[in-house]
C-alpha cells in the first residue's frame, strides 16, 4: 500500500495540482449535492467506462508534454487500433500488428522531433492525417467485431471492481512507476526542464524524446483496444477527439505545456474533471451541445489561472 | 592591381550563377509542388491545363487563402490560432440562419469582421497578455464558439445562404471572381505592411528570437496581440468569402480548414518564427495544393488517400525546413 502511494506521491514539480483536485472536489461535492442519481451504481459505471479511454491517452501524452512537445496523432493512433482490432485475422497477431504500427508512428514523431528538428505540433499533426487515412482506408465506416474476450475485459467484473476500473488502475501505475522509478522519468523532467541544461549533464535528450513519443503511441494503443472492447466493434474515427482532449486533460491536471512541470496524478484527476462535466451535464439534463461550451469555458479559466513565465504555444 | 581609389570589380557571372542557384535551392518547397504539379497536368488531364479551370481552382481557393495568410501572421511571431474552425462555424451559422435577415446587408458583413475581431482580441489578450498556452486557449475559444453554434442550431443545419452575399464567388472582373480580387488584394496590403511598415519588422524581430527582441525594446506583448487581432480579422473575411461560395449553411465547417490551412503555411515556407517564404511563399502553396487535390480527385483518390498524401506533405515540407537550419 505504501508502495502505491509513493507511486502516486505528488512531486514538488506538479504544477497548480491542487487547483485541479480542489475544482474535481467541488465539482464531486456539487454532484453528489444536487444530483441524487450521481451515485448510483450503474452512472458511476457508465463515468468510469467513459473516462477510461481519456485517462490512458491523456497518460501518454503527459510524458510527451513532459518533454516541451505534444502529440496531435495520438486519436488517429486510437482510430486505427480499433481499426485493426476488427480485421479478420487471429486476434494475437492483431494485437501485435496494433502494438507495431503504434511503436512506428511513435518512432516517426519521435525521430522528427528529436532528429530532425521538426516542430512537434507539426510533426503530429502530419502523422495525424496520415493515421486516420490509414483508419479509413482499413474500415471505411463503423463496424466488424472485435475478439470476444477484449469486450469481456473491458465490460465485465473482478469480483465488485469493473474491470474499467482495473484499466485505469492498471494505466496509471505503468505511467507512474515509469516516470517516478525508472531513469527515463527523471530525464524526462529534466529535458523538459531545460534541454542544454540537462545535455551537458549527461542526459540522452534526443533518445529520451524519442522514448516519450514511442510510450505515448503504446498509451494511445492500450485506449484503442479498451475503446474498441468498449464499443465492441470499430471506428475509423471514434478517436479522433481523443488527440486534443488528451491535451486537454493533462492541462487541466497542471501539467505545463511548456514542459518540464506535471504528475501522472494531475493527469489523471484532468481526465476525471473532464470526465465529469460530460457526466453531470448529463445528469442535470443540460442540452448536451453546450457541453463544447462548458468545456471551453472550464479550460480557459484553468488555463487563465495558470500564469505562465514567457509567451508562446 | 587593385588601388585604394579603384572602384570594387563587379561580382563576375559565375557569382550571379552561384547566388541564382541558392536563391532557387532556399525557396520554400510549395514552389517545387506547383512546378512538378503543372508539369505532370498534360500527362494527367487536359482539363488541368485549361485556365478556365485554374480560375475555378483560384476562385475555391480563396477561403483557405485568406486562412492561410490569417495562420501565417500568428506563426511568424511563434504563436498558433487554432480558433479557425469556430470563427467559420459561427459566421456561416450567423450569416445563414437567418438572424440578419431583415438588417441591411452591410450589417451581415460587418458581423463577419466583428467577430473575426472580437476572437482576435479574445486570443490575443490571452496569449500576449494573459501568457495563458496559444493551443489551448485558441482551441477553447473555438470549442466554445463551435458549442454556441451547436446549441443555437440545436444539429440542425441552418438556412440557405443570403442570395446577394454569393456575388462574392460568382461575380467577376475579366473572369476574375471578387473572391480572388479580395484574396489578392489582401495578400498585397499584408506585403506591403510587412515590407514598409514598422510593424513587420518587429513581427520578424520577435519571430527570430522574442527574448532578444523584448531585451532592444521592441513590444513583445503588443506585437503578439497584434497579430492575433489581424489574423481574427482576416479568418473573418475568410469566413465571408466561404460563405458567399456555399448554397446553403453548415454547422460543421470542419476541422479540414485548419489542417489545410497549417499544411500549405508549412508548406508555403512560414513555421514557428521563420519568415522564409514571406506571403508570396503561403500564397503559391495554397494554389498547389488545391491543384495537387483536384489531380488527386482525378486519380480517383478518396478522402483517406488525401488525408495521407497530406500529411505526407505536412511531414516532407517541415522536414526540408528542419533538416536546413534548426527547430521549426
Not at chain 1, 156 to 172: R, Y
Not at chain 2, 210 to 216: G, N, Q, Y
Request: with cysteine; hydrophobic share 55%; glycine share 10%.
Amino acid at each position: 500500500m505504501n508502495t502505491v502511494a509513493t507511486y502516486l506521491r505528488v512531486p514538488y514539480r506538479a504544477g497548480a495540482i491542487r487547483l485541479s483536485i480542489g475544482t474535481l472536489v467541488l465539482m464531486v461535492l456539487a454532484s453528489i449535492i444536487f444530483l441524487p442519481g450521481f451515485l448510483a451504481g450503474e452512472n458511476l459505471s457508465n463515468l468510469l467506462a467513459q473516462s477510461t479511454t481519456l485517462v490512458i491517452s491523456a497518460l501518454g501524452q503527459t510524458f510527451v508534454i513532459l518533454t516541451g512537445g505534444l502529440d496531435v496523432s495520438v486519436g488517429s493512433i486510437i482510430s486505427v487500433t480499433t481499426a485493426i482490432m476488427t480485421l479478420d485475422m487471429p486476434p494475437f497477431v492483431r494485437v501485435l500488428l496494433c502494438i507495431a504500427v503504434a511503436t512506428a508512428f511513435g518512432l516517426v514523431n519521435g525521430y522528427g522531433v528529436a532528429r530532425l528538428n521538426v516542430h512537434p505540433i507539426i510533426m503530429t499533426l502530419a502523422t495525424m492525417g496520415i493515421g486516420q487515412g490509414l483508419a479509413l482506408i482499413i474500415l471505411p465506416i463503423p463496424g466488424g467485431r472485435v475478439p470476444d474476450w477484449l469486450s469481456m475485459s473491458v465490460a465485465g467484473s473482478i469480483g465488485p471492481l469493473p474491470n474499467a476500473l482495473v484499466w485505469l488502475v492498471v494505466a496509471s501505475l505503468v505511467a507512474a512507476w515509469i516516470l517516478y522509478r525508472r531513469p527515463f522519468g527523471l530525464y524526462l523532467f529534466a529535458a523538459g526542464g531545460n534541454e542544454f541544461n540537462a545535455r551537458m549533464n549527461g542526459v540522452p535528450v534526443k533518445r529520451t524524446i524519442i522514448n516519450a513519443y514511442v510510450l505515448s503511441a503504446l498509451f494511445a494503443c492500450a485506449a484503442g483496444m479498451f475503446l474498441a472492447g468498449r464499443l465492441a466493434s470499430g471506428d475509423p474515427k471514434g478517436g479522433a477527439a481523443f488527440g486534443i482532449e488528451s491535451v486537454t486533460a493533462a492541462a487541466l491536471g497542471g501539467v505545463h505545456l511548456a514542459g518540464g512541470i506535471g504528475s501522472i496524478f494531475g493527469t489523471v484527476v484532468g481526465a476525471a474533471i473532464l470526465g465529469l462535466v460530460n457526466n453531470v451535464m448529463n445528469l442535470a439534463n443540460v442540452s448536451a451541445f453546450l457541453q463544447s461550451v462548458a468545456k471551453g469555458a472550464l479550460l480557459l479559466v484553468l488555463v487563465v489561472s495558470q500564469r505562465r513565465k514567457t509567451i508562446g504555444l | 592591381m587593385t588601388t585604394a581609389n579603384s572602384k570594387p570589380s563587379a561580382p563576375s557571372s559565375l557569382f550571379n550563377v552561384k547566388r541564382a542557384v541558392f536563391w532557387i535551392i532556399g525557396l520554400p518547397p510549395a514552389y517545387y509542388v506547383l512546378a512538378i504539379l503543372i508539369a505532370l497536368a498534360p500527362a494527367v488531364s487536359a482539363t488541368l491545363i485549361n485556365p478556365n479551370y485554374w480560375f475555378v481552382i483560384l476562385k475555391q481557393s480563396a477561403p483557405l487563402g485568406l486562412a492561410v495568410l490569417a495562420q501565417s501572421l500568428v506563426m511568424r511571431v511563434r504563436s498558433i490560432d487554432l480558433s479557425v474552425s469556430g470563427v467559420f462555424a459561427f459566421a456561416i451559422y450567423v450569416a445563414s440562419s437567418g438572424l440578419l435577415n431583415s438588417y441591411p446587408p452591410f450589417l451581415t458583413v460587418a458581423m463577419f469582421i466583428v467577430v473575426g475581431l472580437l476572437v482576435g482580441v479574445t486570443n490575443g489578450v490571452l496569449v500576449a497578455y494573459v501568457r495563458a498556452s496559444a493551443v489551448i486557449s485558441t482551441l477553447s475559444v473555438s470549442a466554445i464558439l463551435i458549442g454556441v453554434v451547436q446549441y443555437m442550431s440545436a444539429g440542425r443545419a441552418p438556412g440557405s445562404t443570403p442570395t446577394w452575399l454569393r456575388v462574392l464567388t460568382s461575380g467577376n472582373i475579366h473572369g476574375l471572381s471578387y473572391s480572388i480580387i479580395i484574396w489578392i488584394a489582401t495578400s498585397v496590403l499584408v506585403a506591403v505592411a510587412f515590407r514598409f511598415l514598422i510593424v513587420g519588422r518587429y513581427f520578424r524581430a520577435v519571430g527570430d528570437n522574442p527574448r532578444a527582441a523584448e531585451t532592444t525594446g521592441i513590444p513583445l506583448a503588443r506585437t503578439i496581440f497584434v497579430s492575433h487581432v489581424t489574423a481574427g480579422v482576416l479568418t473573418g473575411i475568410a469566413a465571408l468569402v466561404q460563405v458567399s461560395a456555399l448554397a446553403v449553411g453548415t454547422i460543421k465547417p470542419g476541422f479540414d480548414t485548419f489542417m489545410n490551412a497549417l499544411a500549405a503555411t508549412i508548406l508555403g515556407g512560414v513555421t514557428f518564427g521563420v519568415d522564409r517564404g514571406g506571403v508570396a511563399g503561403p500564397f503559391v502553396a495554397v494554389v498547389a495544393l488545391s491543384f495537387l487535390f483536384a489531380m488527386l480527385t482525378v486519380f480517383g483518390i478518396q478522402e483517406p488517400g488525401k488525408l495521407i498524401v497530406q500529411g505526407l506533405i505536412i511531414a516532407l515540407a517541415a522536414i526540408i525546413y528542419g533538416t536546413r537550419a534548426g527547430r521549426i
